[in-house]
């Protein structure tokens, strides 16, 4: 339940709130950092559009990668819990928290619409610009910590996860997700102008396994719909699994962090 405590060197205002950011922010892969500004009137209108964009997204796009991290944080999350969501995004995942606990989160880039968003549905946010090969906070902070589809757009991978692993404390959980670039749906379409990293199910169990992350579970989902390109460029998934590999986009994963033995380079 606690609030990390972000090491920062200066803040940025948005909607009269300090909002901490990291003293070394370097730019991320095909990616801003910072914050992200919106005129009054791309507000507004964002203000407006946000309800069917994101009901669209939370029923045909990616929302069902929201609902298995939300059911995962419910069934992880205990009385003790420290969460902290790694590469937040909307910072949608800050409902699956009661109130009474911290939502901690950090990102490279921030959209001042969503902070806004953030600030004014719950108390308890505290929100960081950073990157995840330099988080800024102590060793050892959180128990909970969640990652959805932010491995695979990370250079410096290793860095990341060896981050994730120094902010966790002992037997601490660790729920990701990352995309199957080797589905069906980048066959047809093409690769992802924005994912460098690519595993298999079994690599990436195995990658964070010598880096020290116990594999818990671990499942396979995302029934993409091949819509014709000229149709639409956004990707229409449900969430369904597949025995194929290649079937499933997306795939999902709940280890326990080892504080012991050596990392296997």
């Known amino acids: ?27 991320g892969y095909n990616q801003e950092s910072g914050i992200s ?54 910072m949608s995942l800050r409902k699956y928290l009661p109130e009474n606990f911290w939502y901690n989160a950090l990102d490279l880039n921030l959209s001042d619409f969503h902070i806004l968003r953030a600030l004014g549905s719950r108390e308890r946010t505290n929100i960081v610009v950073a990157s995840a090969t330099e988080i800024p906070a102590s060793s050892n902070v959180a128990s909970l910590l969640v990652s959805t589809e932010t491995f695979e757009h990370i250079p410096d991978i290793d860095r990341a996860v060896d981050e994730i ?30 994912h460098i990293q690519a595993w298999s199910y079994d690599e990436f169990k195995a990658y964070m396994e010598k880096r020290n992350f116990e594999f818990i579970e671990g499942f396979m989902k995302g029934k993409w719909l091949p819509f014709p390109l000229w149709l639409t460029k956004s990707s229409y998934q449900l969430p369904l699994s597949s025995v194929s590999e290649k079937d499933n986009t997306n795939f999902f994963y709940v280890f326990r962090v080892r504080k012991t033995g050596t990392i296997d380079r």
């Not at 300090?18 to 070394?24: D, E, R, V």
């Not at 692993?165 to 002992?170: D, F, I, Q, T």
């Not at 990701?176 to 690769?191: A, D, F, L, T, W």
Request: with cysteine.
């Open 1 to 27: 339940m606690d609030k990390i405590e972000w090491k920062n060197s200066s803040y940025e205002t948005v909607g009269g709130e300090l909002i901490p950011q990291a003293q070394t922010l370097g730019a």
């Open 165 to 194: 692993h120094r902010v966790a404390k002992p037997g601490a959980v660790l729920i990701c997700s990352i995309p199957n670039n080797y589905c069906r749906k980048y066959e047809v379409k093409g690769p992802h102008p924005g």
């Open 37 to 90: 500004r919106n005129s009054p009137m791309k507000l507004l209108l964002k203000r407006l559009l946000w309800p069917l964009v994101n009901l669209r997204n939370y029923l045909v796009i990616d929302g069902f990668i929201q609902r298995e991290a939300g059911r995962l944080i419910t069934g992880y999350l205990t009385a003790g819990s420290v969460f902290l969501e790694i590469g937040c995004g909307d």
